[in-house]
Nanobody, 117 residues
Framework: QVQLVESGGGLVQPGGSLRLSCVASGGIVSAYTMGWHRQAPGNQRGLVAVISSGGFTNYADSVKGRFTISRDNAKNTVYLQMNSLKPEDTAVYYC???????????WGQGTLVTVSS
């Protein structure tokens, strides 16, 4: 069973940057699709970015041009670089790893990002 641990969240001013990390253990995730979702208070959880095992990426329209997802398979880690942060980016960010069967998808515990002056 793959386990995921996120880190890198915190408080940042509008226009600032943060880099989230998600480290996987309990399995090799190089063949997995990995991604980030987020959930703001009162909202449903939604996709932020996803990266395939081959490195193909996709982003929510709201973060295109500001966020970059990447992965380091040697470290079993996926990253989310967030630039030009806005207050509406405030949310709990969750990492996931998908082996191709959504029933086996693993989730992290979440890391809080707060964008405020």
């Amino acid at each position: 069973q793959v386990q995921l641990v996120e880190s890198g969240g915190g408080l940042v001013q509008p226009g600032g940057s943060l880099r989230l990390s998600c480290v996987a253990s309990g399995g090799i995730v190089s063949a997995y699709t990995m991604g980030w979702h987020r959930q703001a208070p009162g909202n449903q959880r939604g996709l932020v970015a996803v990266i395939s095992s081959g490195g193909f990426t996709n982003y929510a329209d709201s973060v295109k041009g500001r966020f970059t997802i990447s992965r380091d398979n040697a470290k079993n880690t996926v990253y989310l670089q967030m630039n030009s942060l806005k207050p509406e980016d405030t949310a709990v960010y969750y990492c996931y790893a998908d082996p191709g069967d959504y029933r086996l998808r693993a989730w992290g515990q979440g890391t809080l990002v707060t964008v405020s002056s």
